[in-house]
């Protein structure tokens, strides 16, 4: 069994950052895709950044140039590093891999207001 826990979200200023983190646990011993979603309130959720196991990168165009998600495959962690955060930005973030199957993470509340 594969379990996902994000962490590292919270309230900012805009044109603050935050890195969230998401740690898998489990019989990962590769994997095909790991990526960043985020849903608001009234919102469908949305692909943020993704990551193959191969290390291409892919980025929602709104977040190109601010958002950087990277991994570490020996502790089984990707990251996403978000920069001039902007009220828009706010959202439950969500992190996923593809191992044949999907899963997910509980969700991490990141909040971005003066």
């Known amino acids: 069994q594969v379990q996902l826990v994000e962490s590292g979200g919270g309230l900012v200023q805009p044109g603050g950052s935050l890195r969230l983190s998401c740690l898998a646990s489990?019989?990962?011993?590769?994997?095909?895709?790991m990526g960043w979603y985020r849903q608001a309130p009234g919102e469908e959720r949305e692909l943020v950044a993704g990551?193959?196991?191969?290390?291409?990168?892919n980025y929602r165009d709104s977040v190109k140039g601010r958002f950087t998600i990277s991994t570490d495959i020996g502790k089984k962690t990707v990251y996403l590093q978000m920069s001039s955060l902007k009220p828009e930005d706010t959202a439950v973030y969500y992190c996923y891999i593809r191992l044949g199957r999907d899963y997910w993470g509980q969700g991490t509340q990141v909040t971005v207001s003066s």
């Open positions: 489990g019989s990962i011993f590769s994997f095909y895709f």
């Open positions: 990551i193959t196991g191969g290390g291409g990168t």
